[in-house]
């Protein structure tokens, strides 16, 4: 798991965490609402008996998990409901391979479902609360994703101030040693900028304006699509 987000619903703190890319949240800390601390395990359990909950679990599976065994989901269906019945999210990850649903043990144990299935456990808990959760999830996302493009602006900024340094080196150091003609000098410039480019995305610019045509008739170049980590190791190496 990678660090944990947290989001306040009505008072009951819940953990986010990434699984392969994908946001999962906790149910232990949702069904913390309902039953408090000792019986948040029974309030996942008790969900997961019904054959509407397994119906669902296993519909979401088949969509996303290509090596969801659908045999033993249909197992569990036929015996959803019953008095007898009884399942746990450990359960049901051994017998089916699930993926939407990861429990954990130790300091940030739990059990983790992904956001679809988690906003469906919601319900459980009350209408209320699953409204609230959707409401603030986004509004992680949306701050999540602001911070994200802000820094990735600060570093954009950051390597072109610095591409200045660059071309002023350029001018001050190599252009006296080439006897280049006053309208051809910008080949140095271009030479040196794309020695950056080979070293950190492989490939020079007109390379990729080649491979990305539609991008570069909107006057974007690589640098425009390169990553917040690419874009700091480009501003340092110039």
Same mark, same amino acid.
């Given at each position: 798991?990678?660090?944990?987000?947290? %989001?306040?619903?009505?008072?009951?703190?819940?953990?986010?965490?990434?699984?392969?890319?994908?946001?999962?949240?906790?149910?232990?800390?949702?069904?913390?609402?309902?039953?408090?601390?000792?019986?948040?395990?029974?309030?996942?359990?008790?969900?997961?008996?019904?054959?509407?909950?397994?119906?669902?679990?296993?519909?979401?599976? %088949?969509?996303?998990?290509?090596?969801?065994?659908?045999?033993?989901?249909?197992?569990?269906?036929?015996?959803?409901?019953?008095?007898?019945?009884?399942?746990?999210?450990?359960?049901?990850?051994?017998?089916?391979?699930?993926?939407?649903?990861?429990?954990?043990?130790?300091?940030?144990?739990?059990?983790?479902?992904?956001?679809?299935?988690?906003?469906?456990?919601?319900?459980?808990?009350?209408?209320?609360?699953?409204?609230?959760?959707?409401?603030?999830?986004?509004?992680?996302?949306?701050?999540?994703?602001?911070?994200?493009?802000?820094?990735?602006?600060?570093?954009?900024?950051?390597?072109?101030?610095?591409?200045?340094?660059?071309?002023?080196?350029?001018?001050?150091?190599?252009?006296?040693?080439?006897?280049?003609?006053?309208?051809?000098?910008?080949?140095?410039?271009?030479?040196?900028?794309?020695?950056?480019?080979?070293?950190?995305?492989?490939?020079?610019?007109?390379?990729?304006?080649?491979?990305?045509?539609?991008?570069?008739?909107?006057?974007?170049? %690589?640098?425009?699509?390169?990553?917040?980590?690419?874009?700091?190791?480009?501003?340092?190496?110039?």
């Amino acid at each position: 798991m990678s660090k944990l987000n947290k %989001i306040d619903i009505e008072n009951t703190v819940v953990s986010i965490t990434q699984i392969n890319k994908e946001d999962y949240i906790c149910l232990t800390d949702m069904a913390k609402a309902k039953q408090g601390d000792n019986r948040a395990a029974d309030v996942i359990k008790n969900w997961m008996r019904t054959r509407v909950t397994i119906e669902f679990l296993g519909t979401w599976e %088949i969509m996303y998990n290509p090596d969801f065994k659908v045999e033993e989901f249909d197992h569990f269906k036929s015996e959803a409901g019953l008095p007898t019945f009884v399942l746990s999210p450990k359960q049901w990850v051994e017998k089916t391979g699930a993926i939407g649903i990861i429990s954990k043990s130790g300091r940030y144990g739990g059990t983790y479902a992904h956001r679809d299935i988690a906003f469906e456990f919601g319900a459980a808990i009350s209408a209320t609360f699953k409204l609230y959760l959707i409401k603030e999830y986004q509004r992680f996302k949306a701050i999540e994703s602001n911070q994200y493009n802000l820094e990735w602006d600060v570093k954009r900024i950051l390597s072109k101030a610095n591409y200045h340094l660059q071309t002023d080196a350029v001018q001050k150091h190599i252009l006296p040693e080439k006897n280049y003609e006053k309208d051809k000098e910008w080949l140095i410039y271009a030479e040196e900028a794309d020695l950056l480019n080979v070293a950190l995305f492989n490939c020079t610019a007109k390379d990729w304006r080649t491979l990305n045509p539609e991008q570069a008739k909107k006057d974007l170049n %690589i640098r425009d699509f390169a990553s917040i980590n690419e874009l700091a190791v480009l501003s340092n190496i110039e």
